[in-house]
Structure formats: structure tokens, C-alpha cells
């Protein structure tokens, strides 16, 4: 997780409104096994207010989202089983004449829900719209300096670049992928923005420290932004297959046959990460560039996560906090839905209570969630996934 960093004024000032031809696209997809018993699979992470401020991780995406893309052009990306629930949360979303949450029959990962968002956009709206994809479940603060990287981030993307938005590294986290920045592009109107060098999946902690040190590695967020012609284009050039799998269906789906165009053709498409299909070989041929994220970030990719994120809100408590009695253990995690929890002795302790489901556990152990979920589900423990 990064703090809200300061950067310097901009001399002029900073410009407002939403950005004319920016689109953007709200891949929701994943369990949140590290999450559980809260994040289940009929309701992932995503669906949940996991910060106590009202809203779901979605809503607050689309609520960052808006004010760059104007109402009517976000699209949100998800599968069957959570398109009522998605649609339910995002009333705005409707009423714009088109259908703004485009449901995945089975998971094919970010290159075809995002290439199939990008061929959407290009039927609708034609070849010069840009798009910015962003995760459902991530947590943000700092909204301008956020705006502030998405705006650079569309003036690189008109330029021709895949752009990727980097977050400053705090740490010498293990967890996250990161991004390595080279020269500056040049652009007056994205003058933060560089080239990258290339990509890293998550390092070991000395990799971690050396990256650190070097200054001009950062945090792999995910967030792409990028010409959806473009992205099309280098896609074809990469899978071909899924190109054209995702043009197909994309042409089909304002249309009577979009379910039978879908039921031939997405099962078939390659399933693969927009990261290894995209932003590894286009980087290689120098063709992506980063712009700083200088704003708060974090994925709750776990409970410890969490935890940091509910105590930058001056809590450790996510529910009612008059229920939850803590001895000896300040720093414990207590997640309630109403039920009384006392938690004595216990030093980064996470508690979980849910109806069905009790997980304790410590912040130390929080990556090993996961082994829960597959050990109920080796059980035969469907109702608990």
C-alpha cells in the first residue's frame, strides 16, 4: 500500500471535465480467496464494501472513473453470475442506450474481457476512442493526482503507446509485479511519462530491495491505457485467433445473434493475461510506456492488507465496532457482521465471523488463506466457497 505523496504544482492549472473520447473499461472478475470467509465466489471482493465507507469496491471505481469518462462510458467487464448483482450496484450505467455490463459466459482472463471491451468500443464509437482499464477491486486515494496520471496516461495512449500507470514502490513488496521505467517520451502534454524498459513478475525480497534502490522501478497496478484500435491491432499481431475471436463477437453484440455468436466463439479464445499478451512483447519493441502514480494504492489482495488499509481509516474494525472487545490486542483485525468478539492475548490476530463461516488467523499467515478454500473445497464443501 503507498501513502498519498505530495508532487509539485503544476504551473498551469490542472485541467477538469471529463476527457473527450476516453472510455472506461471495469474488468470484475476473481474470487478473493485470500479473502475469505467474506469474499466468496457468488460474491467476490469486488461486490463488498471493504472499507466502511458505504460503497463497494466497484462503486467506488466507477465513482473515481466518472468524473474522467462522463456517465454512459464506463463499461464493466464480469461474469454471467455477477452481471445482476454488478447491474443492481450500478444503476447509472443503464439508461445510455447501449448495454454497459458485458457478461463473460466462463473466465478467460484480462486479454479477452479487455479486447473484447476495446472491440465493443470501436463498433460503437469508431476507431479513435481511448481506453483506461481499470480493476474493480482496488482501493485509491488521492483523487486528483490520480486524474492527474490518467490524463497524462490518455495524452501518451493518443500518441500511440500502450500505457501503463506505475505506483510508486514503498516497500520492497514480494507481492506485486513491477514495472521498469527508461527515458522520457517527450510529450509536452504528458511530461511524466517514459518509456518501459520491461516487466517483472513478483521478485524475490532481495530482487525486491535491489529494485528499490535503483529509483525507477514501480509497482505493476494493472492499469492500462491504450487506443482500442491500437490494442486491437497488437493484439492481432500477438493471437490473431483471439483478435479476430473478440472482433466477432463484439460485431455480433448490439445485434439478435450476439448469444449464438458468443456460445461459438468465446470458449475457444486464448485464455491469457493482458500483461503476457500485450504489455511484455509490445514493451519489447518499445512500444509502452508509464506514467507515475503518485496517489494511495492497494489491492486487499489478503487480510493483512486489509488490515492496513482499515487502520489508515482509523480502524481495525470493518462492521460495528461496539461489538468488538480487544485485550492485550490493539492491532487485531476484527471483521463481525453483528455477533460479539472478544480477542485477548492475541498480537495481529484476524478474525473473521461470518454466518456460515469463523477463519482466525494471523496478519503473518493472511497469504495462506487460500489453503482454506482449497482445503473445504477438497472436502466436497461447495456451499462454503
Do not use: C
Not at 161 to 190: C, H, M, R
Amino acid at each position: 500500500m503507498t501513502d498519498d505523496a505530495v508532487t509539485p504544482a503544476p504551473t498551469t492549472a490542472a485541467p477538469v471535465g471529463p476527457i473527450p473520447g476516453f472510455h472506461a473499461v471495469v474488468p470484475a472478475g476473481g474470487a478473493g480467496t485470500r479473502l475469505w470467509p467474506l469474499s466468496r465466489a457468488g460474491r467476490p471482493k469486488f461486490l463488498l464494501d471493504l472499507t466502511g465507507s458505504g460503497r463497494t469496491l466497484l462503486q467506488a471505481t466507477v465513482d473515481r472513473l466518472t468524473p474522467l469518462t462522463g456517465p454512459g462510458n464506463v463499461l464493466v467487464v464480469t461474469g454471467r453470475a455477477h452481471a445482476e448483482a454488478v447491474g443492481a450496484q450500478l444503476p447509472e450505467l443503464a439508461g445510455h442506450g447501449a448495454d454497459r455490463v458485458l457478461a463473460e459466459p466462463s473466465p478467460r482472463d484480462s486479454m479477452a474481457a479487455i479486447g473484447l471491451a476495446a472491440a465493443v468500443l470501436v463498433e460503437r464509437h469508431g476507431p479513435d476512442v481511448v481506453l483506461g482499464s481499470f480493476a474493480a477491486d482496488h482501493v485509491i486515494t488521492g483523487q486528483e493526482l490520480f486524474e492527474r496520471a490518467v490524463r497524462e496516461g490518455v495524452a501518451a495512449a493518443r500518441a500511440g503507446y500502450v500505457v501503463t500507470i506505475g505506483i510508486t514502490a514503498t516497500e520492497p513488496s514480494t507481492a506485486f509485479g513491477y514495472v521498469q521505467a527508461g527515458a522520457p517520451l517527450g510529450l509536452p502534454d504528458a511530461p511524466n511519462v517514459r518509456h518501459v524498459v520491461g516487466f517483472t513478475e513478483k521478485p524475490d525480497a532481495a530482487t525486491a530491495a535491489a529494485y528499490l534502490a535503483t529509483g525507477d522501478h514501480r509497482w505493476n497496478a494493472g492499469m492500462f491505457i491504450v487506443g482500442a484500435q491500437v490494442l486491437l491491432d497488437h493484439l492481432a499481431a500477438q493471437l490473431p485467433p483471439l483478435a479476430a475471436g473478440v472482433r466477432a463477437i463484439a460485431a455480433a453484440w448490439d445485434t439478435p445473434a450476439r448469444d449464438e455468436v458468443l456460445a461459438a466463439t468465446w470458449p475457444g479464445l486464448t485464455k491469457i493475461a493482458i500483461d503476457h499478451a500485450i504489455a511484455e512483447p509490445v514493451a519489447a519493441a518499445g512500444g509502452v510506456a508509464v506514467v507515475p502514480g503518485e496517489f494511495g494504492w492497494d489491492d486487499i489482495g489478503d487480510f493483512a492488507a486489509l488490515a492496513g488499509v482499515l487502520a489508515g481509516a482509523g480502524t481495525r474494525t470493518l462492521g460495528d465496532d461496539e461489538v468488538v472487545l480487544r485485550v492485550g490486542a490493539d492491532d487485531a483485525l476484527v471483521v463481525t457482521g453483528g455477533r460479539t468478539v472478544a480477542v485477548v492475548g492475541l498480537s495481529g490476530a484476524v478474525v473473521v465471523d461470518t454466518p456460515d463461516a469463523v477463519l482466525v488467523t494471523t496478519r503473518e499467515h493472511a497469504q495462506q488463506v487460500k489453503s482454506a478454500v482449497d482445503g473445504w473445497r477438497a472436502r466436497g464443501r461447495d456451499d462454503l466457497l
